[in-house]
């Protein structure tokens, strides 16, 4: 038996197709533009205690080893890439034909922040920032409402405030160290369910590094090199818990889109968990479907960052593997180190047979972030 | 009945109830008796998934689908759940239980005449695996 891997066409297409980046990040450039957003006595907490919008930093040594922004995306009025929605507009939006850009804000680690209230505090104003100084200048940016875990009730308080917004997409869910089954998230996924928007799982810098933030599976890593690398560890446990604690049973309209942490894993536990389902079904009685079946109903996952596979036959079939006409999103990651040129990866997947390229170039996407 | 070969295996009083029992034929190959209060069920004796010999198998209930966080018990005594992979058999029907698996035991004629257990099995018959398939 063989796999059966679609033909690809022989010649470019003519036209391109509609895209939607699933995963772009706005930077906000200083704790100054931010304070405008922030309420109340609050930002004379947060300027009395100097808060930094960078959040905890990478103190044990898990930042990237030279810049995690690339470095010729600098605007030209100065501050980091990604911080001008006008340049990134010309840069990503114009350039590559981007027809919506789902931003996921950055920096911002409110997993792992001390203090819960705060937390909540500066996820609003993050968001509030975010809707005035870049879904004003473009329609076609869209944000990833971000919300603290930190208290499950005052976030999706958040969610519902948010979420009468115009150009909101999804939520961003910095993860705590539980996992994503776990009856902690139901007030975040009864809101998230309750206005269609997906879950957005993205690291955010914190993961393996700091007391509240998800730990990597055996260890802790000793370096960047294996920080990013790991990345698909944290995602499979999620991938798991999700479905065999019944999470999805629960909340039937729950999409959850996990970006930026790779997809060719998913095979291997898509085969993993419909084996072993076969035997611990009634362990788990009310996994009442294959759990590959819950995968492709439920979850989505991002191009980027672009294998380097050996030859464009083994990432087909690798593709094939994982029902890519359900799953796959494109995305540059723009403006992060490892972020992919749209062109490279329209060269890799522009000439899959039509269908399946309008899918991971926009079908996929639009259908999961459906308020697009 | 099938006109293959007959074998008196046993007298039924030998297979308690909700039990199983294998008997290895003198052509080689093995069946699995299942006494189902009662009601008796034959099967060749291997598991379709990788062949254990399921006369050897939990014979159980199970968790029924339900909703999550709670748990419904039922088919008490109707399913074998294989002793390697726990893979659930309905022990009337040889039937994957609830994962739309279409792998399921070979069925075996089975009567009772006089008090005796009696199975007829088609000789040199192709693997499970196969004919599942």
Redesign the interface.
Known sequence: MTTTVPERDTVEPKTKPMIVDADAHPFCPSEDVMLPYITGAWRERLKDRKFSIGGLGFGGGGAHPGDHLKRDQVPPGGGPPGSDPKFMRDVLLDKWGIDHALLTPFPIQLNAWWDADEAAELASAFNRYFREQWLAVDSRYKLNLVISPLDPELAAREIRTVASWDGISGVYLPLPNIFMGDRFYYPIYKAAEEHSLPIVIHGNGTDGLYQGAPTFGGGRPSSYSEFYLGFPHLIQPQVISLIF???L??FPGLKIAFLEAGWAYMPHLLWRMDGA???????R??V?K?PSEYVRQHMRFSTQPAYEAPTVEMLDQVMQMMYPEETMMFSTDYPHWDGDDPEVVYRRFGRLPGNLRDRIFSGNALDTFSRL | MTDYPSHRLCRTDEIPENTARGFDLDDGRSVAVFNLSGEFFAYRNICPHQYAAICHGRITGTMLPSDPGTFEYGLENCVVRCPWHNWEFDIRTGRSLFTKEPRRLAPVDLRVEDEWVVVQVKPHARPVAQVAE
């Open positions: 604690s019944g999470a049973e629960r389902w076969k035997g611990l079904r009634w362990e009685p009310w009442k294959r």
